[in-house]
Each structure stands twice: as C-alpha cells, then as structure tokens.
C-alpha cells in the first residue's frame, strides 16, 4: 500500500529520491506501523520529536502501536519552536 | 543593581528634559519593561484618554537583564495606549537598541505631549537633545537611520525610528530599530507619530552594574549551556528559524487560511523554512542567507534574506537587492497562508517594506486578508482599491497595497485603519478576525482550542505573546497536552500568561523559555537584583501585572463581554484536518479561567484577588 512519507527540517535528508517539498509517497506492507516506517527509512528515532499522523500527535510510546492504513500521511520533525 | 535607578522624562510640548530616581518600591513590586512601565503609565494617564492626542504618554522600558550578560538580555519594551485597541499596549523588541539605551545609564524613558514640530531625540550618556526632523519627516525608516548616522558623525548609534506610516498614523505602524527589529504590534508607531518625534538615537558608554558579579556570571553562563544543549534553541531555531512552524501549524490543520475560510493553505511548503533553504529555481540562490542574533543572544533565530533580483516585485529597484531581515513566520503567514498568496520572493518584499516604513506584518497581511474577503463578497471593488484587483492570491495585489500602505495613500489609507475598522465600515465587521481590535496571529482556535482563549483574554488584543500555548499543545514544550480538548487549558493559560509577564519584565527574549524555566531564569534575576527573586516571587509577578493591565482596560471601558472571538470561530466548523467540524470551545473555557484567576463569573478582578495581589 501508499503512504505519505514527510520529513521536514534536518530530516530531510532522510528522504527518497523521489520526494517532492518534503514529502514522498512510499509503498510499505500492509500492517505496517509507524515506527516501522520510521525505522524504514533509517530516520534516528531520538530525532522524531514531533510525529503526527493524518495531522494528530503520537507521543513516542503510541508509535509502534499505530497501525497505518493506504494514504495515510506520517509527518516528522525533530525539536523544533517559533512564535 | 541591574536597575539604574534613573528615568529619563522628556516633555515634547514644553521642550523640557527632567531626570527621576526609578521607584524602587515598584522596581520590587513589578521587576521592570512591561511590569514597571505599565505601572508608570497607569499611575500617569486617564484610561480613557485618546490614544493619539498629547495627553497619551509612551515610555521605552528595559528590563534589570537588559544591557547585561544574560543570554537574549538585549530587550526593550514600548508601554502606551494602543490606537488600534484603545487598550494597554506593549510592544517589545529585540535588536541592539535596547542595550544600548541602558548601556547611556537609564532604565527608562518616559515620553510626554507633543512636539510643535517634527523632532528626533539623541541620548549619549548624560546628554539629551532634541533637533529638528524636518529633513527627514516623511521619509522611510531606513533613510532615517541613515541620516542620522551620517548627521551626527557616529555609525555606532542605534536608532528606534517610525517611518511614513507611523507619521501618518497608520493604526498598526511600528517602531523600527536596528533597520530590522521592531516594537511592532498595538500601533506603537503612530503613537509616536502623533508626538511629531520621528526617531531616538542612543549611544551609551556605561556598564550595567549587577549585585553579585561572581553568581551573575556563573547563572548567566548555566542558562547559556541549557540553551545550547537543547535542541530547539541550540540548534532548531538558529538554523530554520520561527518559519519552521509554516509545515508543522498547517500539518496541524490549525492554519489560518484566506481570512480563516480554511485551515490548511495548499502553498504552506512553498512559504516555509524549508523553502528559504532551498535554491530558487529562477536564480539557483537561496532566499536564505543567514541568521542573525540580536544583543546578547545565544539562540540566533533572526532571518537574513536577499530577493531574486528578476523578482517582479524588486525588478529595477536596486534599493531592495540588499540583504536584510527576512520572513518570519508570523510575516510569512498574515503575508502568505492568509491572503492565499505562495510566493516566497514577494512576501520578502513586503516584509522589507514593513521594515522600512515601519508596520507590523501581521495586522497589514491580516487586514489585505479581510479586504480580499470584502473584494471576494463584491462589497469593494475596484472602485474602492483605486484598481487593484484584491483578489485571493494575487502578490501583486498585495505589494501595491504594502507600497500604498507604507505612505498612507490612496486604498492604503483605508487598509490602515486595521481590519475591524474596515469591515465595519463596509458592513461586515464579522469578517474582521480580531479581539479588542487586534488581528490575530498564525493559529486558527479551531485547530489549537487554547489559543482561542489566549486570544480572548489577552490584554493587548488578539497575541500570541502573551501565553503561547501552541508550545504545550502541538511542540510539546514543557508537556505534550492536546490541541483539541478545552480540558485544562484555563489553568494552562493562566500559567503562560502569568510567566510570560515576568519574563517580559526581566529584559530577556520569551524564546529562552522554549529551553528555560523560571527556575533558570530567578537565579539570573537575583544575581543582578536586590530582592530574593525566586520562580515563585517571578511567579505572582506576572500575575499581579496581569491583573494590573486587566484593571487599566476595564477603567478603559472594556468588559468580560470583550473576551470574545469572531463568529466565524464559534460557529463555521474546521473544513479540514484534525479540526474537521469542530469550532472553538470558549464558552467552556472562560467561566473556568475567570474562576482560576479570582474574577467574578463577569471578568471583574474581586477586591480579595486585588488585594491578594497588591495591585
């Protein structure tokens, strides 16, 4: 199935090829998790501080519990901050 | 120490420069800038003076941090009834200024009436002088900077100067200083403006003395190591900056999005941080050139940035190929996501305007949005705008309207008068997203149910500066909660806007405590100060200082009745995103937070809680 991979700021480099303004689709098994994926693209886990997926919040813990479904998308960013 | 003890009080009427012993008793009560000011000036004016006529006054406050070696100790405050909102207003800045105002030997000043004619003041230490600003009224802040460096011979001056907009009172015009800072939101600028005084130029040779050298040193070098090993100010924010919040706050589904229509704006990754380090493709430059610290700071989140020169927007105009302050995201949002518009190179532009003619970005790029909506409904036309087409998305519709804002001239002069003022006079003034008259900033209270109250209580008008809660609900910091639930987030507020005030008082930067909390912060404090400054003497600070500007814009005329949101946020649900369907949750969060605060069920601070507080 497909899933939308995105990885924003020093992530980025952990990108397919492929990926267009930070984001790629990717084919992954079904079933697949979402520190799975992470792991996957050998993204650092100890840099994925903000993990959202479909846009909500998944503290590291629930990580490996969410199961992804086809067009889901799973975004990550490490520390990050504004205002 | 840390505190100077001495004011400086100008009167602009008379011509008259007088000098005070700070009140100390004060200094103890509310630590300084935004705390001691407030009181200065609540002590001094009628809460319901007009705001742009003489009897307004406007002090330029430092904290007892500013000018010393705390990390980000380089702020300064403007504290003055504010035109856009007619509430209290304070304005804070970073930059050099504020420094080096301290560095001449004040802690303060306190500004008075009005000139006869246009003037600028220059401190150099012990000498105040006012001269005539005749040769540089109506120009750009900018040239002004310029001119006085080059008048007086001395390119170390820093200088805080309003450009045409704050002289034409545009509502939100800012104070500029250091061509690139601002004191920038509440419509300090024509505060200034009205007072005929178009710039300070400061230049100090004076240290900041502090109480206890040895500790002050050791607590100021323990804070900077906090904030390089923590990867948000460490290294996060130097490198991408605020504009990494552009892809994560859209993500969110908490981005407001062509005047609030949406939540999600489709161009978000073209505006964002990422972007500005990527090569452009018309050039193969980036937008990006480099970070910039103001005084003192370890952190460096200032963006430096240069525009394709083939840009449209700059083609022939070799005064704006230069490098100067770039998009930050609360710029690159009210610019972009709000009014629909995806090019990186045009928001620069009108950015580098707001510098330059001194306007605070977000309620210009706020005010164009709800003028598009206006435009969008047929209610303005091109008969109105003098042509231009408002639509959605146009960036050429929105660089005429920043170069005619800038002067006040033409449709300008109508977008000056701020969003709620607009709508109003042609028929809508629900379309105006704003709270006592202020534009919101870069967070849709659908999507991050917290900040709706934030904006509803906030004494200076819609802010996210005043408890950014967004930090706890969607970054995590100092504890992940959730951005949809209204559970807790009374107490959370209160929390934020209370700390806030304190260290909005202190001289140092809010963005330390991304990294700091005010257990990092009291020990530097108390270093510097007479006092016993603890995190919770910090603590009731900030909240006897928020209770103090609540008590100014009741005496003001406003009520519990203006802690309120738009329609559009209590009853157009989330298109899209997380938020789908959902509003915000005020009414559930309101009566809690006014029981938190000891308020009655309308918002009147009890006499127990004035008491407690010592207000």
């Not at chain 2, 970070?291 to 460096?300: E, L, R």
């Not at chain 2, 206006?374 to 146009?394: A, C, N, R, W």
């Amino acid at each position: 199935m497909d899933v939308t991979l995105k990885l924003y700021a020093s992530l980025g480099t952990y990108l397919p090829d492929h990926a267009h303004k930070n984001e790629a689709v990717v084919s992954v098994d079904d079933g697949i998790n979402v520190e799975a994926l992470i792991d996957q693209y050998q993204v650092p886990r100890k840099e994925c501080h903000l993990v959202l997926v479909n846009g909500v919040f998944k503290a590291p813990g629930q990580r490996s519990q969410t199961v992804l479904k086809a067009g889901d998308a799973v975004a990550v960013w490490p520390p990050v901050a504004g205002g | 120490m840390g505190w100077h003890r001495k004011i400086l009080r100008i009167n602009l009427s008379k011509g008259t420069v007088d000098v005070e012993p700070l009140n100390m008793e004060w200094a103890q009560q509310y630590l300084g800038q935004r705390g001691l000011a407030s009181k200065y000036l609540i002590n001094e004016i009628d809460p319901k003076v007009d705001p742009l006529s003489p009897d307004n006054k406007m002090i330029f406050a430092t904290g007892p941090l500013t000018g010393t070696a705390a990390s980000t100790g380089g702020r300064y405050s403007v504290i003055t009834k504010g035109p856009l909102t007619n509430a209290i207003a304070c304005s804070n800045s970073g930059g050099y200024w504020g420094a080096e105002f301290k560095f001449a030997g004040w802690d303060m000043l306190i500004l008075e009436g009005k000139a006869e004619k246009p003037v600028y003041l220059t401190i150099m230490d012990d000498k105040v002088e006012l001269h005539d600003a005749s040769e540089i009224w109506g120009t750009t802040v900018w040239h002004t900077d310029d001119w006085i460096k080059t008048k007086h011979q001395d390119p170390m001056m820093h200088i805080a100067a309003i450009g045409v907009s704050g002289e034409k009172e545009v509502l939100y015009s800012a104070i500029v200083n250091d061509l690139h800072r601002a004191a920038g939101r509440s419509g300090v600028g024509a505060v200034m403006g009205s007072k005929n005084l178009k710039a300070i130029a400061v230049r100090g040779t004076q240290g900041v003395a502090v109480k206890d050298g040895k500790t002050f040193l050791k607590a100021t070098m323990d804070g900077k190591k906090v904030l390089a090993e923590n990867a948000v100010t460490g290294q996060g924010l130097p490198t991408y900056g605020t504009q990494v919040l552009m892809n994560v706050i859209n993500e969110a589904g908490a981005m407001p999005t062509r005047n609030h229509r949406d939540v999600q704006f489709e161009g978000s990754h073209d505006i964002s941080a990422e972007a500005m380090h990527e090569p452009r493709k018309t050039d193969g430059k980036k937008n990006l050139l480099t970070n910039q610290a103001c005084f003192g700071c370890t952190i460096a989140c200032g963006r430096i940035s240069k525009i394709d020169e083939n840009h449209f927007s700059v083609k022939n105009k070799p005064e704006y190929w230069h490098a100067s302050g770039g998009l930050e995201y609360e710029a690159a949002w009210a610019l972009g996501s709000n009014t629909g518009i995806d090019d990186l190179e045009a928001l620069t532009y009108v950015n580098f305007i707001c510098n330059e003619q001194g306007m605070d970005p977000i309620s210009f790029g706020a005010t164009v949005s709800a003028a598009m909506e206006l435009y969008d409904l047929g209610l303005l036309t091109t008969e109105h705008t003098g042509g231009i087409e408002l639509k959605f998305g146009s960036a050429e519709a929105l660089v005429k309207c920043v170069e005619l804002t800038g002067k006040a001239e033409g449709f300008g002069k109508e977008l000056g008068m701020g969003s709620l003022r607009l709508c109003t006079k042609y028929g809508r003034p629900d379309l105006s997203m704003t709270v006592k008259g202020q534009e919101f900033p870069a967070y849709d209270s659908r999507g991050i149910q917290g900040m709706g109250l934030t904006y509803a209580t906030s004494n200076r008008g819609a802010c996210h500066l005043r408890s950014y809660t967004v930090s706890s609900e969607i970054l995590g910091i100092p504890e992940k909660t959730d951005p949809l639930a209204t559970e807790g987030k009374p107490a959370l507020v209160k929390a934020f806007q209370d700390a806030t005030a304190a260290v909005d008082s202190a001289g140092i930067c809010v963005f330390t405590t991304f990294a700091w909390t005010l257990e990092d912060i009291a020990p530097q404090v108390d270093a510097a100060c007479e006092g016993g400054w603890t995190p919770d003497r910090m603590m009731e600070v900030g909240e006897r200082i928020w209770n103090m500007e609540r008590m100014f814009n009741m005496q003001a005329g406003f009520t519990g009745k203006d802690d309120n949101l738009p329609p559009r946020l209590l009853s157009e649900p989330a298109k899209t995103g997380p938020a789908e369907g959902r509003v915000n949750g005020l009414e559930k969060m309101l009566p809690e937070y006014y029981q938190l605060r000891g308020w009655t069920a309308d918002g009147v601070p009890t006499n127990e809680t004035l008491s407690r507080l010592a207000v």
